[in-house]
């Protein structure tokens, strides 16, 4: 199982409580079109992004100066090329940037769907700009749980983009397949998580003879009535919460607040797992605060020397 050598990952640099890095500049990647359904990681950061709303710490000071082009908020890009479809997982504040790495990888801008996990900002309100200030989409299928599609339906302004028509919700069950081609299949199922306004779910995605896993938010594993390490077994990619290394880099919030699982905590919990097993995992988004964002701190390499790995944009997944 390797992750397909079309690009070569970017490093994503600096972090809050490592020393930054002193080259910043983004590198530039020459997408090739696909030809096997694939999986296509499209940014990898927390809701808030980085630099973070706020922050005055030296590392965001410097990418508010000299932006690193290749950081953005947590999403997956799926790519049929047989039958010309693509699909989003999320709809981030970077959805503009994020449709045209789609189009690099597929052969359009505009995804034939786009899957939502919940209702918290890096998630979902990239919808807003499918709406008439911006692209005034046409009917594009939103697929959402019963919970998340009221809240649209319901909530202004995401009401205005189901009654222009901009988005067609189309509504999920927990366990039951959506069979988007003969290559792609994805199930939906519940996670425990702050679900103020809508449930949380992960997905299963299947294509014709890999399957992936993606948890990008979930509270502690304890917290969830599934046991990870039994569905990290059924699949051949795991993209699973990586937002806070430890609870260090948290000193101005109650870390009761935000009970991500600690990549410590993960590694820790999957540390009898086979070399095979864990290479399947691959921690994804990751606060502005999290260490291993600098593939040169001691965390990151402690990450890769465990024998897990770090979701990079650009990463390509045969499916």
Same mark, same amino acid.
């Given at each position: 199982?390797?992750?397909?050598?079309?690009?070569?990952?970017?490093?994503?640099?600096?972090?809050?409580?490592?020393? @930054?890095?002193s080259n910043l500049s983004s590198k530039k990647i020459s997408a090739v079109p696909l030809t096997e359904t694939s999986l296509v990681i499209l940014g990898t950061l927390?809701?808030?992004?980085?630099?973070?709303?706020?922050?005055?710490?030296?590392?965001?000071?410097?990418?508010?100066?000299?932006?690193?082009?290749?950081?953005?908020?947590?999403?997956?890009?799926?790519?049929?090329?047989?039958?010309?479809?693509?699909?989003?997982?999320?709809? #981030?504040?970077?959805? @503009? =940037?994020?449709?045209?790495? &789609?189009?690099? $990888?597929?052969?359009?801008?505009?995804?034939?769907?786009? %899957?939502?996990?919940?209702?918290?900002?890096?998630?979902?309100?990239?919808?807003?700009?499918?709406?008439?200030?911006?692209?005034?989409?046409?009917?594009?299928?939103?697929?959402?749980?019963?919970?998340?599609?009221?809240? &649209?339906?319901?909530?202004?302004?995401? *009401?205005?983009?189901? @009654?222009?028509?901009?988005?067609?919700?189309?509504?999920?069950?927990?366990?039951?397949?959506?069979?988007?081609?003969?290559?792609?299949?994805?199930?939906? %199922? #519940?996670?425990?998580?702050?679900?103020?306004? @809508?449930?949380?779910?992960?997905?299963?995605?299947?294509?014709?003879?890999?399957?992936?896993?993606?948890?990008?938010?979930?509270?502690?594993?304890?917290?969830?009535?599934?046991?990870?390490?039994?569905?990290?077994?059924?699949?051949?990619?795991?993209?699973?919460?990586?937002?806070?290394?430890?609870?260090?880099?948290?000193?101005?919030?109650?870390?009761?607040?935000?009970?991500?699982?600690?990549?410590?905590?993960?590694?820790?919990?999957?540390?009898?797992?086979?070399?095979?097993?864990?290479?399947?995992?691959? $921690?994804?988004?990751?606060?502005? #605060?999290?260490?291993?964002?600098?593939?040169? *701190?001691?965390?990151?390499?402690?990450?890769?020397?465990?024998?897990?790995?770090?979701?990079?944009?650009?990463? =390509?997944?045969?499916?």
């Open positions: 199982m390797k992750v397909i050598p079309l690009l070569v990952a970017i490093a994503l640099l600096g972090s809050c409580n490592q020393e @930054s890095n927390q809701d808030a992004g980085s630099p973070h709303i706020a922050c005055t710490k030296d590392c965001c000071k410097e990418l508010f100066q000299n932006p690193d082009q290749n950081r953005k908020v947590v999403s997956l890009g799926v790519i049929d090329p047989e039958n010309k479809v693509s699909y989003l997982f999320e709809a #981030t504040p970077d959805i @503009s =940037v994020q449709m045209k790495m &789609l189009k690099q $990888f597929g052969s359009k801008e505009t995804p034939d769907g786009i %899957f939502l996990t919940h209702a918290h900002i890096g998630h979902y309100s990239g919808l807003m700009y499918l709406g008439k200030e911006a692209m005034n989409a046409k009917s594009i299928p939103v697929f959402a749980m019963p919970r998340m599609k009221k809240f &649209l339906e319901e909530s202004a302004p995401w *009401s205005q983009l189901v @009654s222009t028509s901009n988005i067609s919700i189309r509504e999920l069950a927990i366990g039951k397949s959506e069979q988007l081609t003969l290559n792609i299949t994805v199930t939906p %199922f #519940t996670v425990p998580h702050r679900d103020e306004y @809508s449930e949380t779910v992960g997905f299963i995605i299947e294509g014709p003879t890999k399957k992936a896993l993606f948890i990008p938010d979930i509270d502690k594993w304890e917290k969830w009535d599934t046991s990870i390490i039994e569905e990290i077994k059924k699949v051949d990619y795991a993209f699973i919460d990586a937002t806070f290394f430890d609870a260090e880099e948290i000193d101005n919030r109650d870390i009761r607040e935000i009970p991500h699982p600690f990549i410590i905590e993960s590694m820790e919990l999957f540390a009898n797992l086979s070399s095979t097993e864990k290479k399947k995992i691959y $921690f994804i988004h990751v606060n502005h #605060t999290n260490p291993v964002l600098n593939s040169d *701190s001691k965390q990151a390499k402690q990450v890769i020397d465990n024998g897990f790995n770090l979701a990079q944009i650009y990463d =390509v997944f045969r499916l």
